[in-house]
Nanobody
Framework: QVQVVESGGGLVQPGGSLRLSCAASVSLFSNIIGAMAWYRQAPGKQRELVAGITTSGTANYPDSVKDRFTISRDNGKNTMYLQMNNLKPEDTAVYYC?????????????????WGQGTQVTVSS
């Protein structure tokens, strides 16, 4: 019923760029897609926030990616993007999309947090 699907990962050299996409969809039920975010998890490390964006487009970033990464969204397409520039080896990780989605079932609105399956980003020469 609820699908969150990332795409766009791959292998890139240091200093290169990649653009990730995340498409959220809900079948059969009315829904509202709220705040969305990108997280990443490197081997042996905890999952960390990379960028977040509200429905109105307000973005936030940790210092580690500020000025290099840009998050955006197209509400009409229920899709979020992450433009990553000047990539560094330490950016290597599996990148996950997270979406706050409100779904109407049996006359009630239900709030949930949904994750994608992840997409691998590898920065290496």
């Amino acid at each position: 019923q609820v699908q969150v699907v990332e795409s766009g990962g791959g292998l890139v050299q240091p200093g290169g760029s990649l653009r990730l996409s995340c498409a959220a969809s809900v079948s059969l039920f009315s829904n509202i897609i709220g705040a969305m975010a990108w997280y990443r998890q490197a081997p042996g490390k905890q999952r960390e926030l990379v960028a977040g964006i509200t429905t109105s487009g307000t973005a936030n970033y940790p210092d580690s990616v500020k000025d290099r990464f840009t998050i955006s969204r197209d509400n009409g397409k229920n899709t979020m993007y992450l433009q990553m520039n000047n990539l560094k080896p330490e950016d290597t990780a599996v990148y996950y999309c997270n979406a706050a989605i409100r779904v109407r079932r049996q006359g009630r609105w239900n709030d949930g947090n949904y994750w994608g399956q992840g997409t691998q980003v590898t920065v290496s020469s």
